[in-house]
């Protein structure tokens, strides 16, 4: 029997670190390649194998995966939705080439499985807002939206032409502990946690009604390898499937916090990313998720709060 061996690509990002160390546990620490352009992480030290690699020099991680007989990728690296907007042509530019690297030396090496995230990013605002649907109008107003958007086309282009077996979830907003938010809209969610703990105020650079799709990050990794490891025949959508756990406000974050620190307070100066979040939905309908692969999340605003303030 084949084993997997499986490489990382952005591994030292939000996701990337609990993924490969969740990875590392089911397959085994050196059956998990990590890689990145930046240092390995604190967290990803000693645990297994680590690679410098910059994934938009296709020869370099062409030879990667040959040399590693690597059978899965799961691609991360990406310009997030704010930090994309101060650089447009950079962000579509990395985010589309990645992929299209990535896709091709699949295609050519016929590997097992593609891991690629899309993102809530690729609805906009005539997009339903309550319940947003798996099939719905799609008119992403940021270049991450529209980068994620082609993204899913040439994912399921991918899969319908060639047979790459690619895989893809659109992510809510991704709340974690154990490493720093990548320059995405919904960061507040992460920073608020920080403040609170350290100067019991945080000022939201979002409004105090701005309700979003959010998911605590085991929810996320857990969703993520459960879509990886459903049997091919029950992925019926190759785009990438909505996925839901949580919606709610800086107002409602904020006073959930207050019941476990009595005296912490907030305040709103909503910047450029307000406009952003304004077009984004503000909960997600995942039907097709829990229908195909079974997806249940284990998180709610409550326990997820508990569990950040015991944690940071």
């Known amino acids: 029997m084949k084993k997997d061996k499986i490489l990382v690509i952005g591994a030292c990002g939000q996701i990337g670190v609990e993924l490969t160390l969740a990875l590392r546990k089911m397959y085994g620490d050196t059956n998990v390649v990590a ?16 690679v410098s690699l910059d994934v938009m020099n296709k020869e370099m991680l062409h030879v990667l995966v040959i040399r590693h007989n690597i059978t899965q990728v799961y691609l991360l690296a990406a310009i997030l939705s704010a930090t994309g907007e101060k650089n ?45 649907p798996q099939h719905t109008i799609i008119e992403p107003t940021t270049i991450y939206g529209i980068s994620k958007f082609a993204g ?11 047979g790459v077996d690619v895989r ?26 920080h403040e609170a ?26 969703a993520t390898i459960e879509l990886m ?12 499937y909505n996925l839901s756990a949580m919606s709610f406000s800086p107002k409602e974050i904020g006073a959930e916090i207050k019941k476990h620190i009595p005296g912490f307070t907030m305040a709103y100066a909503p910047d450029y990313r307000q406009e952003i979040a304004d077009g984004w939905p503000n909960s997600i309908d995942d039907t097709l998720a829990r229908q195909d692969w079974g997806w249940k999340p284990e998180y709610d605003l409550a326990r997820m709060t508990e569990d950040m303030l015991k944690n940071i």
Request: aromatic share 12%; proline share 7%; with cysteine.
């Open 168 to 193: 893809s979830l659109r992510y809510p907003g991704l709340i974690s502990y154990k490493s720093a938010p990548g320059g995405g809209t919904t960061d507040y969610a992460i920073e608020i946690f």
């Open 152 to 162: 899913e086309r040439w994912c399921e282009y991918y899969n319908h032409r060639f």
């Open 197 to 222: 703990k350290e100067h019991q105020h945080y000022t939201s650079f979002l409004s105090e009604n701005t309700y979003l799709p959010m998911m605590y990050m085991p929810d996320a990794i857990r």
């Open 88 to 132: 447009p042509l950079l962000a579509w530019h990395i985010n589309m080439q990645s992929l299209l690297n990535v896709l091709d030396i699949a295609k050519e090496e016929n590997l097992d499985k593609v891991y690629w995230p899309s993102s809530i990013a690729v609805f906009g605002p005539n997009s339903p807002a309550q319940d947003t």
């Open 35 to 50: 890689s990145d352009l930046r240092e390995e992480h604190d967290l990803l030290k000693g645990t297994g194998p680590y």
């Open 229 to 240: 490891e459903a049997d091919a025949a029950k992925i019926n959508v190759r785009s990438a």
